[in-house]
């Protein structure tokens, strides 16, 4: 007989299997022994007889709950391959948008590594936090070297002074100088990567709920 729940009760009622399933697994009592001159066996203190009716029974139950979550499973799988919901960065299967979630996440089947996203934005603020204190390093050694050169300057004679060589010293700094190179605009890229990042994923969330709150399966 053909059942058919909301997305929602399917993936509580999975849950739930799994919960079941593990602890029937965990409790149940397959093999035992007893003494030949005893009737009952030696831990569960029951007839052989007794003992192989729960046995079977048991595993039964368990078998059982094992097809209904295959089934229900495999139900559920079809239907988020074939339900779409659109988000303001594109339409998506919810089989689609669970795993571009879960890899936007790190979570799931997908490692931290699969976050491409975040490993860009990271990669961005190392180097530029980088550039900055190598660029401020090497302009402070330039500056004293500099303030050196202008004091030599200043110490000679009045002729020197007239020509004034002090424009040599300008003319250094500025061709020593180190600057930053950022052609993507690093802060602006790390800032847009980040805001995209937290929408997707409010969106993803948002339209994934709403579609397993409003999505029958049958099966």
Do not use: C
């Not at 709950?65 to 229900?72: D, G, V």
């Not at 931290?112 to 490993?119: G, L, T």
């Not at 004679?157 to 250094?172: G, H, I, M, R, W």
């Amino acid at each position: 007989m053909t059942e058919k729940m909301l997305m929602t009760q399917a993936l509580d009622e999975r849950d739930l299997l799994v919960k079941k399933i593990n602890d029937k697994i965990e409790k149940i009592k397959l093999v035992d022994v007893k003494k030949r001159n005893e009737e009952t066996t030696a831990d569960n203190r029951i007839s052989v007889e007794e003992f192989s009716k729960n046995a079977e029974s048991a595993y039964q139950q368990i078998t059982d709950l094992i097809e209904r979550y295959q089934r229900l499973d495999a139900a559920i799988i079809a239907s988020n391959a074939a339900t779409w919901i659109e988000t303001i960065y594109g339409k998506y299967t919810v089989a689609d948008a669970i795993a571009l979630r879960n890899r936007l996440k790190g979570e799931g089947v997908y490692s931290v590594d699969a976050s491409f996203e975040s490993s860009i934005i990271e990669q961005f603020r190392k180097q530029y936090q980088n550039a900055i204190m190598v660029a401020d390093a090497k302009n402070k050694n330039v500056e004293r070297q500099a303030e050196e050169m202008r004091m030599s300057i200043l110490g000679k004679d009045s002729k020197t002074k007239e020509l004034k060589p002090l424009d040599v010293v300008d003319a250094y700094v500025k061709e020593n100088t180190t600057e930053i190179i950022d052609p993507l605009g690093a802060k602006k890229k790390m800032q847009e990567l980040h805001e995209k990042i937290e929408t997707w994923l409010s969106e993803l969330n948002t339209r994934i709920k709403v579609s397993n709150a409003t999505t029958f399966i049958e099966f």
